[in-house]
């Protein structure tokens, strides 16, 4: 059984350009969460997905989109990129009949903004 | 808003040693509670949770009691290991998503 998979590991932009974050959930979850962790600091919420619509969202700025396809799988994309933006990229997984059940962790995707 | 607050560290312990992460939250309801554990390099792993008050959460050694009346949720382990070293973090869910502590850093030194 796969755990949840993100994709790339690392990524390198320039300041201004636009980026894109893939992650695939656990098998049999159909909610998928994004975060951001910025070094030295607890993940921050950015938004949940369920049903391919964002249910909830945390204190990001509209540069910050999601998507969610039929197949559960998400992606995060991060418009404009600011310096501020450099940090781990997490996405974790859960299933929606557990409403604060645990979440299922990524490796994530080191994003660094040049 | 939910929030959780942890003990800042880092924390340096001898093998063996007993370790206390203290760990309070604020929150509406009754939300769940959770460790999670990051290793250098690599994401979040679930340690432990629990439920509803009361309840204890336990995972290889460690523990976790939840305590609505102190609105505490403590790490607790009697004899750390070398490979207990890592970042734990303290976090609640509630149906509006997950809220995660800073972290505490673990070292501990054989």
């Known amino acids: 059984d796969a755990g949840v998979t993100q994709s790339p590991t690392h990524l390198i932009k320039t300041r201004g350009q636009q980026v894109t974050l893939r992650c695939s959930p656990k098998?049999?979850?159909?909610?998928v969460s994004w975060y951001q962790q910025a070094l030295g600091q607890g993940p921050q919420f950015i938004f949940q997905?369920?049903?391919?619509?964002?249910?909830q969202r945390g204190n990001f700025p509209d540069r910050f989109s999601g998507h969610q396809f039929p197949n559960y799988s998400s992606e995060l994309n991060v418009n404009a990129l600011l310096l501020g933006d450099s940090a781990l990229y997490l996405c974790a997984s859960s299933f929606s009949g557990l409403a604060r059940g645990e979440q299922y962790f990524g490796p994530g995707t080191r994003l660094t903004v040049t | 808003g939910n929030s959780v607050t942890q003990m800042e560290g880092p924390v340096t312990l001898s093998e063996e040693a007993f370790l206390t992460i203290n760990c309070t939250y604020t929150?509406?309801?009754?939300?769940?509670l959770f460790w999670y554990v990051q290793y250098p390099g690599e994401g979040l792993q679930l340690l432990l949770k629990?439920?509803?008050?009361?309840d204890k959460g336990s995972n290889k050694g460690f523990e976790a009691t939840y305590r609505k009346e102190t609105t505490s949720f403590h790490l607790e382990k009697g004899s750390v290991q070398v490979s207990d070293s890592a970042v734990y973090f303290c976090?609640?869910?509630?149906?509006?998503?997950?809220?995660f502590g800073a972290g505490t850093r673990l070292t501990v030194k054989p």
């Open positions: 098998s049999g979850h159909d909610t």
């Open positions: 976090a609640l869910s509630k149906v509006s998503g997950m809220r």
């Open positions: 997905y369920y049903e391919e619509e964002e249910r």
């Open positions: 629990a439920t509803k008050a009361d």
């Open positions: 929150a509406t309801g009754y939300p769940s």
